[in-house]
């Protein structure tokens, strides 16, 4: 595994494989030419690269075990593949482009979320939230996609679940590994208490202290989904691109 991310990783530093003419990402780029599949999987595919290598420098060149920070980098990391495979999984061009704009849809929003909390003056000379909404709307009817579905809620619950199927990994598995990335990144106790060693000390007063430790294993087990995501974005991804 760690080689395998160590090849990526250099693969990442190089420019973006060409999509070449004919090919299924060339054929969805001259249909939709401001939001194109390759950019957004390609984008996906290096967030996990680099989420998984910041994982690998900590525990291994580092030879810091973290007891929390791992599980995040693996949900990250997850997420980021997951999202990859999910828009190029596709064989039809048209879902390919619907889950394409969706997800554009999504981060649009979320981009207007934060456009909110910042003051004007940094926002002067920028595209509003609602301009590229109505951008991405105009391009479903353009593309006859439904506009009211490339509208509706983004889950990336769902889209863990989906590539965990199409992935043979297992889509109820996989959903679960993230969901414990999550609880890690937000200091649930379920989390911490279900996967993590634990030993108990008496204390004063009844209270009862707690030791949390992690180990490799658990960890390189968690590991192994992103990576088996990843793995499967680069081959659909060098499938898409080049021509027949």
Same mark, same amino acid.
């Given at each position: 595994?760690?080689?395998?991310?160590?090849?990526?990783?250099?693969?990442?530093?190089?420019?973006?494989?060409?999509?070449?003419?004919?090919?299924?990402?060339?054929?969805?780029?001259?249909?939709?030419?401001?939001?194109?599949?390759?950019?957004?999987?390609?984008?996906?595919?290096?967030?996990?690269?680099?989420?998984?290598?910041?994982?690998?420098?900590?525990?291994?060149?580092?030879?810091?075990?973290?007891?929390?920070?791992?599980?995040?980098?693996?949900?990250?990391?997850?997420?980021?593949?997951?999202? @990859? =495979?999910? &828009?190029?999984?596709?064989?039809?061009?048209?879902? /390919? !482009?619907?889950?394409?704009?969706? $997800? %554009?849809?999504?981060?649009?929003?979320?981009?207007?979320?934060?456009?909110?909390?910042?003051? @004007? =003056?940094? &926002?002067?000379?920028?595209?509003?939230?609602?301009? /590229? !909404?109505?951008?991405?709307?105009? $391009? %479903?009817?353009?593309?006859?996609?439904?506009?009211?579905?490339?509208?509706?809620?983004?889950?990336?619950?769902?889209?863990?679940?989906?590539?965990?199927?199409?992935?043979?990994?297992?889509?109820?598995?996989?959903?679960?590994?993230?969901?414990?990335?999550?609880?890690?990144?937000?200091?649930?106790?379920?989390?911490?208490?279900?996967?993590?060693?634990?030993?108990?000390?008496?204390?004063?007063?009844?209270?009862?202290?707690?030791?949390?430790?992690?180990?490799?294993?658990?960890?390189?087990?968690?590991?192994?989904?992103?990576?088996?995501?990843?793995?499967?974005?680069?081959?659909?991804?060098?499938?898409?691109?080049?021509?027949?």
């Amino acid at each position: 595994m760690l080689a395998t991310i160590d090849a990526w990783v250099s693969l990442m530093s190089q420019p973006t494989p060409e999509v070449e003419p004919g090919s299924s990402l060339y054929g969805d780029a001259r249909k939709s030419p401001s939001l194109q599949v390759a950019h957004a999987a390609w984008n996906g595919i290096s967030h996990s690269v680099d989420h998984l290598h910041a994982l690998q420098a900590l525990m291994l060149d580092a030879q810091i075990l973290n007891i929390y920070a791992p599980f995040t980098l693996v949900r990250s990391a997850m997420e980021n593949a997951a999202t @990859a =495979v999910w &828009l190029l999984e596709p064989p039809q061009r048209p879902e /390919r !482009l619907r889950r394409c704009l969706k $997800l %554009a849809r999504h981060e649009a929003w979320e981009s207007g979320q934060v456009h909110k909390l910042l003051p @004007a =003056v940094a &926002l002067k000379g920028i595209r509003s939230a609602q301009q /590229r !909404l109505d951008e991405i709307r105009a $391009l %479903a009817v353009q593309l006859h996609l439904d506009p009211d579905e490339i509208a509706g809620q983004f889950s990336y619950e769902r889209v863990i679940r989906t590539v965990g199927e199409a992935t043979g990994v297992g889509g109820d598995l996989s959903v679960l590994m993230w969901r414990f990335g999550s609880g890690f990144a937000h200091g649930r106790y379920w989390a911490s208490f279900s996967l993590l060693q634990r030993e108990e000390f008496a204390g004063q007063d009844g209270v009862v202290n707690i030791r949390l430790t992690n180990d490799v294993d658990k960890v390189l087990s968690f590991a192994g989904f992103p990576f088996a995501f990843t793995n499967r974005a680069l081959q659909l991804y060098e499938q898409r691109r080049c021509s027949p």
